[in-house]
């Protein structure tokens, strides 16, 4: 099937908050988009498994309190085995079918990456003990991720995920959709066959954005990095910017055939259901 053959899918996606405050904010913003209707809310998973413990008490109260299943991340680096096979038989309990599936990032002075290196080695692992009982969501670089030698070579690991039973992907998320729709056409000619969704980071903050893309390769096109420059701390003036630009982004994937959206809402719900709403989509419930 091409992309244009596949259903759309929107998410959202969480972090685990810290605090209290960080907690009831993140509850608030997820009420607020469950208006979207969407088909999943994601909580992400700290490197090295560090923040572990609250991921999945953010994923086990929305699979509990929300109509939208959770979907948590899971990375394999600094992971055995063992307790993976033990979280996914927690999760499965508590009615979990989704899992994005990720290799991660090694933290800072650890040497060992433990017993997996590679998220094609998680997906392999997820789909000899489990079966097809987890949707399996892993990581797509339309960019190109940072730490490939190659295009090519980053191409051939995207490949090895889809080979070792991934069922779909979401990407990092990018400003140029040319990058998405040159992938979409690479994957083709490699016959990759499943849906790859575009991730979507609203803009609401020039400098953490700025920061985040310098850390995960990223790409901010000049003429929207000047142009967020040009506001200096203006903060009303880059988010009405960035509202258009990634709203204007998110018009051209769809009418390209992209099979929908994954939001990083950073906890916030403002900017998503802004997007939303100008791309003609309703929330009324």
């Known amino acids: 099937m091409s992309q244009l053959d596949w259903p759309k899918t929107f ?22 988009l469950m208006a979207m209707h969407p088909a999943y809310f994601s909580v992400t998973y700290g490197a090295g498994g560090s923040t572990r413990d609250r991921t999945v008490e953010v994923v086990l109260d929305i699979q509990a309190r929300s109509e939208v299943p959770a979907t948590p991340h899971l990375t394999c680096i600094a992971s055995t085995k063992s307790n993976i096979r033990e979280l996914l038989n927690h ?18 002075g650890m040497r060992d990456p433990g017993e997996f290196r590679y998220a094609n080695e998680l997906v392999s692992f997820i789909r000899s003990e489990f079966g097809d009982h ?31 039973g991934a069922n779909s992907a979401i990407t990092q998320y990018f400003y140029n959709p040319d990058a998405y729709f040159h992938f979409i056409d690479q994957c083709a000619r490699r016959h990759i066959g499943i849906p790859v969704v575009p991730g979507i980071m609203p803009i609401t903050n020039f400098t953490q954005l700025a920061r985040f893309s310098d850390a995960c390769g990223a790409e901010i096109p000049r003429w929207i990095r000047k142009k967020l420059e040009s506001f200096g701390d203006d903060r009303n003036a880059i988010r009405a910017f960035g509202l258009d630009v990634v709203s204007e982004l998110c018009r051209k994937l769809l009418d390209g055939g ?24 309703t929330t009324s419930r």
């Open 11 to 32: 998410s959202c996606e969480f972090f685990p908050p810290i605090t209290a405050e960080g907690l009831s904010k993140l509850q608030t913003a997820r009420q607020q």
């Open 91 to 108: 999760y499965k309990t508590q009615g979990i079918r989704r899992i994005v599936a990720l290799r991660g990032d090694m933290p800072s």
């Open 134 to 164: 987890f949707h399996l969501e892993v990581a797509a670089y339309p960019e190109y991720h940072p730490q490939a030698p190659n295009p090519n070579q980053d191409l051939e690991n995207f490949q090895r995920k889809v080979d070792a």
């Open 258 to 281: 992209a099979p929908g959206l994954h939001f990083y809402t950073m906890n916030q719900a403002g900017l998503t259901l802004a997007i939303w709403e100008r791309l003609g989509f």
